[in-house]
């Protein structure tokens, strides 16, 4: 079992940055790969954000957010990280964290089926 809480989110203006945090519970945290999803306002799909391997050695990102967004892993501190710049007014929605225990591989890392535990979320605005 594993539980994920995120914080770090806020209100910030365009071109601003957040660190947003994924404080995870359970020992065998570093057997699951992590990742960030967001929902935007009025959307009903969560998109795909970006993902980190079990031991943190290979990193994937949406097209949307690559070269903006740095995600990474804490194994020592059960802490996954996302490093969000030049932010943008798209980028505005609820972000939330997911393990996963599946094959790293793009059909399960990038899509919602292939996690087992989520997070509440914490929401971004970004102003203009």
């Known amino acids: 079992q594993v539980q994920l809480v995120e914080s770090g989110g806020g209100l910030v203006q365009a071109g601003g940055s957040l660190r947003l945090s994924c404080a995870a519970s359970?020992?065998?945290?570093?057997?699951?790969?992590v990742g960030w999803f967001r929902q935007a306002p009025g959307k009903v799909e969560r998109e795909f954000v970006a993902?980190?391997?079990?031991?943190?050695?290979?990193?994937v990102y949406a097209d949307s957010v690559k070269g903006r967004f740095t995600i990474s892993r804490d194994n020592a501190k059960n802490t996954i990280y996302l490093q969000v710049n030049s932010l943008k007014t798209e980028d505005t929605a609820v972000y939330s964290c997911?393990?996963?225990?599946?094959?790293?591989?793009?059909?399960?890392?990038?899509?919602?089926?292939?996690?087992?535990?989520w997070g509440q979320g914490t929401q971004v605005t970004v102003s203009s």
């Open positions: 993902a980190v391997s079990r031991g943190g050695g290979s990193t």
């Open positions: 997911a393990a996963g225990n599946s094959l790293w591989i793009s059909s399960y890392y990038e899509r919602r089926r292939g996690y087992d535990y």
């Open positions: 359970g020992r065998t945290f570093s057997s699951y790969y």
